[in-house]
């Protein structure tokens, strides 16, 4: 019931803050003693935010939580 919490509550946050540090989840399944190369490196290098120029392609941190609320769907 706990870990079922916890992965619904790191699926709310933004893509532009990057993944979520999962430090809940790992002490629920018995990993807080492991590092793997996924908590050094996050792999954010190509991930660009909205408004920073370039090809326009930026991640939208707004639009994304209107779509995970549902917001503009009636």
């Not at 919490?5 to 002490?27: N, T």
């Not at 935010?49 to 930026?58: F, I, V």
């Amino acid at each position: 019931m706990e870990l079922k919490l916890v992965r619904e509550a790191d699926s709310f946050r933004p893509s532009v803050l990057g993944r979520p540090a999962g430090v809940h989840e790992e002490i629920l399944t018995g990993r807080d003693t492991e590092i793997s190369w996924e908590d050094v490196y996050a792999g954010q290098d190509g991930v660009r935010l909205a408004g920073q120029g370039g090809d326009g392609h930026g991640v939208g941190w707004m639009e994304e939580m209107e779509r995970k609320v549902g917001m503009g769907k009636w």
